[in-house]
T-cell receptor
Framework: GDSVTQMEGPVTLSEEAFLTINCTYT??????LFWYVQYPGEGLQLLLK?????DKGSNKGFEATYRKETTSFHLEKGSVQVSDSAVYFC?????????????FGRGTSLIVHP | EPEVTQTPSHQVTQMGQEVILRCVPI?????FYWYRQILGQKVEFLVS????????KSEIFDDQFSVERPDGSNFTLKIRSTKLEDSAMYFC????????????FGPGTRLTVL
């Protein structure tokens, strides 16, 4: 079945450092890929998505490229801020014809120090 | 900005007791979901609900679980006889009919079963 594997956290960085959170996936079809973010005390929010190979999703300075050849969707940001401290979830859903119910990774906690 | 709300934020209960977790969807959303996340593990799909009936459920969603939308606004998850292993964070999510991929998540209810 479908699965998502993301790097374990916490990831601890200083402000303005470069961020990479690795995510790889296994899917039987042609999934859409997502990154969700959960800030303390809040629900999961969609951060960015990509629906086909080589697409780049981007939002709030974060970006991730759908790499079909390596089945990866790594999240990057060039310069993190303290306000980026949150838990980040990689996810996929099979489309078209799938149930549109995302399969999530375990989440990676990011802690950014001033 | 409209948001999904959940109550309570934290529920502590004794093993064997019934609990009801509540979700208020965004007003024009018609598709509803429950997920759970056991501490340190993945976010797992439980059930989806549309047009007053379950449209899909996972193997986790056994006879101890039920969902309903009793008054046209709240969307509830009931666990009839809680077990220790039901301790988790429970997330509600909702979406419109036109947005197959983007679900909007609530902040979650932390359930602790003693």
């Amino acid at each position: 079945g479908d699965s998502v594997t993301q790097m374990e956290g916490p990831v601890t960085l200083s402000e303005e450092a470069f961020l990479t959170i690795n995510c790889t996936y296994t899917a039987t079809g042609y999934p859409s890929l997502f990154w969700y973010v959960q800030y303390p005390g809040e629900g999961l929010q969609l951060l960015l998505k990509a629906t086909k190979a080589d697409d780049k999703g981007s939002n709030k300075g974060f970006e991730a490229t759908y790499r079909k050849e390596t089945t990866s969707f790594h999240l990057e940001k060039g310069s993190v801020q303290v306000s980026d401290s949150a838990v980040y979830f990689c996810a996929l859903s099979e489309t078209p014809g799938g149930s549109y119910i995302p399969t999530f990774g375990r989440g990676t906690s990011l802690i950014v120090h001033p | 900005e409209p948001e999904v709300t959940q109550t309570p934020s934290h529920q502590v209960t004794q093993m064997g007791q019934e609990v009801i977790l509540r979700c208020v969807p965004i007003s024009n959303h018609l598709y509803f979901y429950w997920y759970r996340q056991i501490l340190g593990q993945k976010v797992e799909f439980l059930v989806s609900f549309y047009n007053n009936e379950i449209s899909e459920k996972s193997e986790i969603f056994d006879d101890q679980f039920s969902v309903e939308r009793p008054d046209g606004s709240n969307f509830t998850l009931k666990i009839r006889s809680t077990k220790l292993e039901d301790s988790a964070m429970y997330f509600c999510a909702t979406r419109t009919s036109g947005s197959y991929n983007e679900q909007f998540f609530g902040p979650g209810t932390r359930l602790t079963v003693l």
